[in-house]
């Protein structure tokens, strides 16, 4: 009799148990299935087109993020500012296997975001960047040149952050008069107008 109420007991924990783990892998296929909104109307504006991505890849572009559409393009070609940066170590210039499976591989360009001289104009079917405008000098001067590259047509995506969520959120918004006097005076990245007020007011 004590023998039948063990094993009904671990029969009640196994099933206990099998119920949490199938609630548990619910919620994971769930958080890891969860797009952003206009997820399909992005996916369909680049699908099986050519573009450059400005900066290092993303996550949120991978698989598993919540704009997966790196396995949707045809090829993606790549500007850094430098061979190896403090966020990824992207190798010198030339062409390269792409990170995701089926694409051609595409080029990167080791340049300025703000001047892309060896990339002829309408080149692009889109320009993908993500978190990299915020922390251009000239960020007007940036588009005017992402614009200038892409066909008729063509899709600009950017990903930005909240101010809230940044690192400097403690500084003041920038006035658009500011920028648009920054993309007369042609500032470059050598400009430290700003430093002293980053370096007190970063978290």
């Known amino acids: 009799m ?3 109420k063990k094993n009904s007991s671990m029969r009640e924990y ?6 949490i783990w ?15 909104y206009g997820y399909e109307v992005i996916e369909q504006s680049i699908q099986g087109k050519i573009g450059l991505e400005i ?32 966020w990824n170590r992207s190798g010198s210039e030339g062409k390269r296997a792409n ?10 360009f080791i340049s300025e975001a703000t ?7 309408e080149t692009y079917e889109f320009v993908l960047s993500s978190h990299v405008l915020e922390h251009i000098a000239n960020p007007l001067k940036a588009l005017t040149e992402w614009k200038r590259i892409l066909k008729v047509n063509g899709v ?21 008069a500011h920028i648009e ?21 970063h978290d």
């Open 14 to 19: 196994a099933y206990f148990m099998l119920k």
């Open 55 to 86: 900066g290092s890849p993303s996550s949120i572009f991978f698989t598993e993020g919540i704009l997966p559409i790196y396995k949707s393009v045809k090829r993606l070609d790549h500007v850094n500012f430098a061979e190896e940066t403090v």
């Open 181 to 201: 006097k920054d993309y007369k005076n042609d500032i470059t990245e050598a400009d430290l107008t700003h430093l002293e007020e980053i370096l007190m007011l």
């Open 2 to 4: 004590q023998v039948n």
């Open 22 to 36: 199938r609630k548990l892998k619910s919620f994971i296929n769930r958080l890891y299935s969860r797009k952003c």
């Open 115 to 121: 001047a892309l001289p060896r990339i002829g104009s």
């Open 156 to 176: 600009i995506l950017l990903i930005l952050p909240h101010k809230s969520g940044t690192f400097d959120h403690k500084r003041t918004i920038t006035s658009f």
């Open 99 to 108: 990170y995701y499976f089926g694409a051609e591989p595409g080029y990167q």
